[in-house]
C-alpha cells in the first residue's frame, strides 16, 4: 500500500504573491508559450522546443534527445500540452538523462523547478516528494505533479511551464545541472572539500617520509666516514 504524500508548510516564494498592476509584465517575464496561439508550423514548433528546453534543460537540447511520436501527436492536437510534459518527463531518455543519475531528494528539486515552475519550499517537502517517489516510482511522482492542483492552476492543459516570477537576481532553472554534487563525487568530475582534505593529508605524509629518508642517508653516510676514519683511511675530509 502507497503511502499518501506526508504533509508540509509551504514558505512564502514570489510565485505565492499576488502581483499588483503589471508587476509581471517586465523584463523578467518569460515568453509564454501556449497552443491556443500557436496558429502556423514554425510556432508549434517553437512551442515544442521550449517545452524540450523546459523538461530536458537547456544544455540537453539534443535531436537524439527528440520524441518524436510525441510531437506528431502534438502537433495533430491529439494530445495536450500537459500530455506532451507528462511524456516527456517519463521517456526513456529523460530517465537515463536525469532519474539514472540523481538521488530522489535531487530529483524533487529538479522536477518541481521543471514541471512546476518553482523551487521547493522546504527540506520537508523535499522529504515528503522523495518518499512519494520511492513508493509510487517515477511514473507516479509524475503524474502526481502534473495532476496537482498546483499544476493545474499555473499552467492548465495548454501552457509549456515557465520559472513562475523569477527576478533577474535569479539563476534560470533551466540552466540546472542535471548531475548532483554526489554524482559529480562520484565521477571523478569535481572534488569535494573531504578530496582536498586527503590530498592535503597525504602531502603531508609524502613530505614526512622524504624527510625521514634524507635523515637516514645522512646518518649512513656519516656513520661511513666515522668507520673509515677509525680505520685510519683517508678520505680527504
Known amino acids: 500500500m502507497a503511502l499518501p504524500l506526508l504533509e508540509y508548510k509551504p514558505t512564502t516564494q514570489n510565485q505565492r504573491v499576488s502581483s499588483f498592476g503589471t508587476a509581471d509584465i517586465n523584463e523578467d517575464t518569460p515568453y509564454i508559450y501556449r497552443i491556443e496561439t500557436a496558429n502556423s508550423p514554425s510556432e508549434i514548433e517553437r512551442l515544442i522546443w521550449a517545452a524540450y528546453r523546459q523538461v530536458f534543460n537547456e544544455q540537453e537540447i539534443l535531436k537524439f534527445n527528440r520524441q518524436i511520436a510525441l510531437e506528431t501527436q502534438l502537433k495533430n492536437r491529439s494530445i495536450t500540452v500537459k500530455d506532451?510534459?507528462?511524456?516527456?518527463?517519463?521517456s526513456e531518455r529523460f530517465y537515463q538523462?536525469?532519474?539514472t543519475p540523481n538521488n530522489n531528494y535531487r530529483l524533487v528539486e529538479m522536477c518541481l523547478k521543471r514541471l512546476l515552475g518553482r523551487a521547493p519550499y522546504n527540506r520537508e517537502e523535499e522529504i515528503a516528494w522523495s518518499i512519494h517517489i520511492a513508493t509510487r516510482g517515477w511514473n507516479g511522482f509524475v503524474d502526481a505533479l502534473i495532476d496537482s492542483e498546483e499544476y493545474t492552476q499555473?499552467?492548465?492543459d495548454y501552457t509549456v511551464p515557465y520559472q513562475r516570477k523569477r527576478m533577474n537576481?535569479?539563476?534560470p532553472f533551466s540552466f540546472t545541472p542535471r548531475y548532483g554534487a554526489d554524482y559529480r563525487e562520484r565521477a571523478g568530475i569535481v572534488k569535494t572539500e573531504r578530496d582536498h582534505s586527503w590530498s592535503y593529508i597525504s602531502s603531508k605524509k609524502l613530505d614526512g617520509t622524504a624527510l625521514l629518508a634524507v635523515l637516514l642517508v645522512m646518518s649512513a653516510g656519516i656513520t661511513l666516514l666515522l668507520v673509515l676514519n677509525w680505520l685510519g683511511i683517508n678520505t680527504g675530509f
Open 84 to 90: 506532451f510534459i507528462r511524456g516527456l518527463a517519463k
Open 169 to 171: 537576481v535569479d539563476r
Open 154 to 156: 499555473a499552467f492548465g
Open 97 to 99: 538523462l536525469v532519474v
